[in-house]
C-alpha cells in the first residue's frame, strides 16, 4: 500500500507535497539533476508510510492512495514504483 502522483501533477510539480511528507519519500527534488526530465513527481512505495498529508495539500488533487485510485490512472502506480527502479 502506498500513495501514488497521478496525471494531474504533470506540468505542475510546485512541490506543495514534497513540503508536506514527513519520510522525504517524493521525488524527484526541485534541486535533483534529473528534475527537468520529469513532468510529475512520484512517491517511493517502498517509503512511503501512508501518513495521507501529501494528499490534502495538493492543489490539483493529483494524490491518491493506491486502493483509490480510479481506473484511468491506475498505469501511475506503477509509473511512481518504476522511478525508483532506475
Ligand atoms: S502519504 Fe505520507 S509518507 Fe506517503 S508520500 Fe504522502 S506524505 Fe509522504
Ligand atoms: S502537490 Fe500535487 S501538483 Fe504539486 S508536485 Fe505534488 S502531486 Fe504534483
Known amino acids: 500500500m ?47 508510510i501512508e501518513c495521507g498529508a501529501c494528499e490534502p495539500v495538493c492543489p490539483v488533487s493529483a494524490i491518491r492512495q493506491d486502493s483509490d485510485v480510479p481506473v484511468e490512472w491506475r498505469r501511475f502506480i506503477q509509473i511512481n514504483a518504476d522511478y525508483f527502479k532506475r
Open 2 to 48: 502506498t500513495y501514488v502522483i497521478c496525471e494531474p501533477c504533470i506540468d505542475v510539480k510546485d512541490q506543495s507535497c514534497v513540503e508536506a511528507c514527513p519520510v522525504d519519500c517524493i521525488h524527484p527534488y526541485e534541486n535533483d539533476p534529473d528534475f527537468a526530465d520529469h513532468r510529475q513527481l512520484y512517491i517511493d512505495p517502498d517509503v512511503c
